[in-house]
């Protein structure tokens, strides 16, 4: 992972980790208290939840050799802490894809040779919620770890690597039962990768923005 991309997401994470934290501590101190009809959960604190939706890869490079949408699958758990709002969530992403490398000859015409991509993502961090009746609205922030590969079969060529990013998230969700409810979430991941020296790219960011809908549990 470039440095430059792995020093910016420890400063986004840290920035929004604190708002996140600052937005809590209000609520935190009367949890004890009193329950908030506006942030108290019908049904356990402890949330599961498995969304798919579309990726939009940020990275123009990414882009050209796989397309411009992805189709991550993603598992999550929430733990709401008493009842200011304030939790904690972790969980992974999944997303592969399949493009085309074009190589091309001085005497030959330009031929397709297909790639493969796959990367897994597993995030931790704090999170913050407000529920108003069935509805419930939250935000999250944390780190992720990344781990992927790319594969170029024709060629023998493998590349496989990991490091840290951060993701920031924001949840719509709509309960239908005490325990069944739906969902939207939308996130940006933010992870740069080293490439390959022979490309002379730097680095190819392989985050981006997923818009994912699903359903949850809550136990």
């Known amino acids: 992972m470039g440095r430059s991309g792995s020093d910016t997401a420890m400063m986004l994470t840290a920035a929004l ?15 004890a208290a009193a329950q908030s009809p506006g942030t108290a959960s019908p049904a356990g604190p402890v949330g599961l939840s498995v969304t798919a939706g579309v990726g939009l890869p940020s990275d123009d ?18 733990w709401r802490i008493g009842t200011s709002g304030f939790g904690v969530f972790g969980g992974l992403r999944w997303v592969s894809a399949t ?3 074009i190589a091309e ?3 030959v015409a330009a031929s397709a040779e ?12 704090p999170s913050w919620s407000v529920l108003r009746g069935p509805w419930a609205f939250g935000v999250g922030a944390g780190l992720a770890y990344n781990s992927y590969r790319e594969e170029w079969e024709s060629a023998g060529l ?3 690597d990991s490091g840290v990013g951060a993701v920031f998230q924001g949840t719509v969700e709509r309960r239908f039962t005490r325990r069944l409810s739906a969902l939207l979430r939308v996130e940006y991941l933010l992870f740069d990768a080293d490439a390959p020296e022979d490309t002379g790219l ?15 549990f809550r136990f």
């Not at 490079?61 to 929430?78: C, H, K």
């Not at 297909?114 to 995030?123: G, N």
């Open 17 to 31: 980790t604190l708002a996140v934290l600052l937005l809590a501590l209000p609520a935190w101190g009367q949890g």
């Open 61 to 78: 490079v990414f882009r050209d050799l796989y397309g411009s949408t992805v189709v991550p699958v993603a598992a999550q758990v929430d």
């Open 99 to 101: 493009g085309e490398a």
């Open 105 to 107: 000859a001085p005497s």
């Open 114 to 125: 297909r790639l493969e991509f796959a990367m897994t993502s597993w995030r931790v961090g």
């Open 158 to 160: 493998r590349v496989e």
């Open 202 to 216: 730097g680095s190819v960011a392989l985050g981006g923005l997923d818009i994912a809908a699903g359903i949850g």
